[in-house]
């Protein structure tokens, strides 16, 4: 009946350590989502405009990956707490960027390689838009592997941010 069983007064542990996590696990899982829109969206337009743009957007994400994540992450809540507030918001902001680098290469480097495809040269052919080649073409065919990051990146997001709760 009691999985992780009960306590000296008989309250159910399990049930008491969800909903002591569940902030935790909201946090985990915004911070995920709002990093992989953000990675992908770089990522598509990186990888499909190439020039002055990937270049800049690709030293940004290369410094960023570079700093140790968890010192990024307090450097990065320090410069947010006047303008944000320190709190949970300044942390999920400050894990967010953390995680953007992560997508946005995976996608970059699928669309890359993607851009080239036939279906790709015929729908430039056929006079469509780059918004549109991205969005029904590139798209579908390059977040292939973004979920199975996102699930390995929920978690140690939770850790990121009990680690900042800590300091």
Not at 136 to 150: E, K, T
């Amino acid at each position: 009946a009691y999985p992780l069983g009960t306590d000296a007064i008989g309250r159910d542990i399990l049930s008491r350590l969800i909903h002591g996590a569940r902030l935790s696990l909201v946090i985990g899982i915004a911070v995920v989502a709002l990093s992989v829109l953000i990675g992908t969206v770089l990522g598509l337009t990186a990888g499909y405009f190439r020039g002055v743009y990937e270049i800049a957007v690709m030293r940004l994400m290369d410094i960023i990956l570079t700093l140790p994540s968890l010192l990024l992450a307090i450097v990065i809540a320090f410069l947010l707490q006047n303008s944000v507030g320190s709190g949970v918001l300044t942390a999920a902001i400050a894990i967010t960027v953390i995680y953007v680098p992560q997508y946005f290469r995976v996608v970059r480097s699928s669309v890359l390689s993607a851009r080239e495809e036939p279906y790709v040269e015929a729908a430039r052919a056929l006079g469509a838009r780059p918004r549109t080649i991205m969005g029904r073409y590139l798209f579908f065919n390059v977040v292939q592997s973004v979920p199975v990051i996102a699930t390995l990146s929920a978690a140690d997001a939770i850790f990121t941010l009990a680690g900042l709760g800590f300091l």
